[in-house]
């Protein structure tokens, strides 16, 4: 590597950083102008916590930074930023009860006059929605109400409107399905253009190679590996990255049909997002959700779920003809239907409470069934079994939550449902933010879920995973389903014609 740092943006050299264990040990790493540079490891490998050393979250315990040749040691984030440092982060950050617009502003909404000329605002903020592909949406809308793949794009629009020349994005594409991908990209390549450096937070390896110019592995805290794409391969990225062959990622699962109907959907409606969704779920099956963001997949499980409304329609649970009273989530788990959400920090996850506590929540029930209180012995023996099938990397079952990295609080969420015995299960982007090796652990949980006979759905922007697991993919668009495919019948091109053709667009 350019030792001097001669021609580099940034230089990293010798970076270490502790908490309870070694996090960072003597990673040395550059990014030059115009180059986007890949961060690739398993959850807890301590890509965010490089990111936030360098954009002046996080204290380094050793080693020092160069930036344009100059010593740079950025004491908090705004001397990060006014050193031309951006970091769009991983976790969502954005305030609910703010409008897109303010949102888009916060750091610069005029405050001194008193008052804010909001037509300005809304008026200033359309071309940065659009950049993202939002331009659609009403500057007034509150972040609130949007999914959590738009409020990725919130966050993303933010981060490219600032000034900068380093940006970093920490796995900005967790939550996009490919159409919103294919443009972030096109705005990747016009900030490269413009000489900005990036480093590029992500699991989802073939689009890595696709926009990266040098990709790096960190392990355990190492900076193990370094090599421009066309230089490596996936496998080998793979390898360095989990230190073991992992076969192919995700397997394939063997065409099989399933039992009786389970879970059954008549004529559901809830706001604009849900316009007559009508479906089956069988025993022993996974079936998959498709569509595009917005397409109404998530706002359709929670309807079902009773975390929304539903102006119409009616479910039916085991096969029988009188509809189940589903009024809220604690209905549904009540009926034997459960629902893992796609925001972990806003419905899934007490991120105070220790590992062991916030796995052990969900089933709360049926450990103190027997001894009126909470069993710690039973609560922590359930924990630590979960925290070695996942693989969760935590210091015990009782370190908080907070302090774990996204990948591994997904994975508590995850291990949270996994133990609660409902007969339907809907998990909405149970993967996102999990590496290679642990997501192959959550599929082959999935179906060994599916293969003791439980009904289990999966909403996932990730075609290739949906194609890999499922025994049925439905397609969403525009609010509606627009086709049910059997394994073997699909293909990618078939599920993304559907998924487009409720927005007049014919491929
Ligand atoms: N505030 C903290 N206190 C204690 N440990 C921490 C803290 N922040 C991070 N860690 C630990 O540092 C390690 C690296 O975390 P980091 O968030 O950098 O991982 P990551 O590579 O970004 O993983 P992911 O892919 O899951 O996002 C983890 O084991 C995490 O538990
Ligand atoms: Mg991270």
């Not at 443009?183 to 390549?189: E, M, N, P, S, T």
């Not at 065409?255 to 059954?264: P, Q, Y």
């Not at 996974?286 to 929304?308: H, K, N, P, V």
Request: glycine share 10%; aromatic share 4%.
């Amino acid at each position: 590597m350019d030792a001097s740092g001669q021609g580099k943006l940034l230089v990293v050299t010798g970076l270490e950083k502790s908490y309870s264990a070694k996090v960072l040990s003597e990673v040395d790493l550059s990014i030059g102008a115009g180059e986007v540079h890949a961060l690739v490891g398993e959850n807890g490998a301590g890509k965010s916590t490089l990111a936030g050393i360098v954009a002046g979250l996080v204290k380094p315990d050793g080693g020092h930074m160069n930036l344009n040749g100059r010593p740079y040691a950025p004491r908090n984030r705004r001397d990060a930023e006014s050193s031309g440092i951006r970091l769009v982060m991983q976790e969502l950050n954005l305030i609910g009860n703010l409008t897109l617009a303010e949102s888009l502003f916060f750091d610069r909404l005029p405050h001194r006059l008193g008052w804010i000329n909001y037509n300005r605002l809304n008026e200033q903020a359309r071309p940065l929605l659009d950049q993202v592909g939002l331009g659609e949406l009403d500057p007034t809308r509150l972040v609130s109400s949007l999914g959590v793949g738009q409020q990725q794009l919130i966050e993303i629009a933010v981060g490219l409107s600032r000034r900068c020349d380093l940006l970093i994005l920490d796995e900005p594409t967790a939550a996009l399905t490919d159409p919103e991908i294919d443009r972030l990209f096109a705005q990747i390549v016009r900030l490269k253009a413009n000489g900005v450096g990036m480093i590029y937070i992500s699991h989802r390896l073939e689009e890595v190679q696709r926009v990266a110019d040098r990709i790096s592995v960190l392990r355990d805290g190492q900076l193990v590996f370094t090599r421009r794409p066309s230089e490596t391969s996936l496998e080998e990225i793979v390898r360095w990255m989990v230190g073991r062959e992992l076969g192919s990622v995700v397997r394939q699962r063997p065409a099989r049909s399933g039992g009786a109907v389970a879970l059954r959907v008549r004529g559901l409606r809830a706001g604009p997002a849900v316009q007559d969704v009508s479906f089956e779920a069988r025993y022993g099956e996974i079936l998959g959700f498709a569509g595009l963001m917005g397409s109404g997949r998530t706002e359709t499980m929670r309807a079902l779920y009773g975390a929304d409304r539903r102006e119409a329609g009616q479910i039916f649970l085991r096969g029988s003809d009188v509809p189940a009273k589903i009024r809220t989530p604690s209905d549904a788990v009540r009926r034997g239907l459960a629902l893992l959400t796609e925001n972990r920090k806003e419905q899934g996850l007490l991120l105070p409470m220790a590992v062991r506590a916030n796995i052990s929540l969900s089933h709360l029930g049926s450990i103190s069934r027997w001894g009126g209180w909470v069993q710690t012995a039973v609560e922590q023996a359930v924990a630590l079994r979960w925290i070695q099938n996942l693989r969760i990397r935590c210091a015990s079952a009782e370190q908080p939550a907070v302090e774990l990295s996204g990948g591994n609080q997904q994975k508590v969420v995850i291990a949270k449902w996994l133990c609660r015995d409902c007969e339907v299960m809907i998990f909405d982007e149970p993967t996102r933010g999990i590496d290679v090796g642990a997501k192959f652990e959550v599929y082959r949980l999935l179906a060994d879920l599916a293969d003791k006979g439980k009904a289990i759905i999966i909403v996932s922007s990730d075609l290739k995973e949906l194609m890999a697991s499922c025994d049925r993919i439905a397609v969403m668009s525009a609010g509606r389903l627009a086709a049910v495919f059997d394994r073997g019948e699909w293909s990618q091109d078939a599920i993304m014609a559907a998924a487009l053709s409720g927005y007049g667009v014919n491929l």
